[in-house]
Nanobody, 124 residues
């Protein structure tokens, strides 16, 4: 079992930055990949970024590539999402998720555990 708690959301102006964190507990952190997803009002949940168990491989959605950076610290059981050059269309609830595998995936069906989400609002 894995418990995930996100933090770091908030209100920021367009062009600004935010850093989201995901604190994990339960199953050994370094045994699974992690991912970030988001859901805007009235829209489906969408993939944002993912990282493998060791942090050596990452993958991003086209909409955030070059602006967001996913990372993890296995010694601290923490995952992070650094978001730069934020746009109003990045406004959403952001969720971190723990995969059922050590290998990264952009599909939400690969993730068996989810945090409660943190709100990110980008004003224009």
């Amino acid at each position: 079992q894995v418990q995930l708690v996100e933090s770091g959301g908030g209100l920021v102006q367009a062009g600004g930055s935010l850093r989201l964190s995901c604190a994990a507990s339960g199953r050994t952190f370094s045994t699974y990949a992690m991912g970030w997803f988001r859901q805007a009002p009235g829209k489906e949940r969408e993939f944002v970024a993912t990282i493998n168990w060791s942090g050596s491989s990452t993958y991003y959605s086209d909409s955030v590539k070059g602006r967001f950076t996913i990372s993890r610290d296995n010694a601290k059981n923490t995952g992070n999402l650094l978001m730069n050059s934020l746009k109003p269309e990045d406004t959403a609830v952001y969720y971190c998720a723990a995969s059922n595998s050590p290998f990264y995936s952009g599909s939400d069906v690969s993730y068996g555990h989810w945090g409660q989400g943190t709100q990110v609002t980008v004003s224009s």
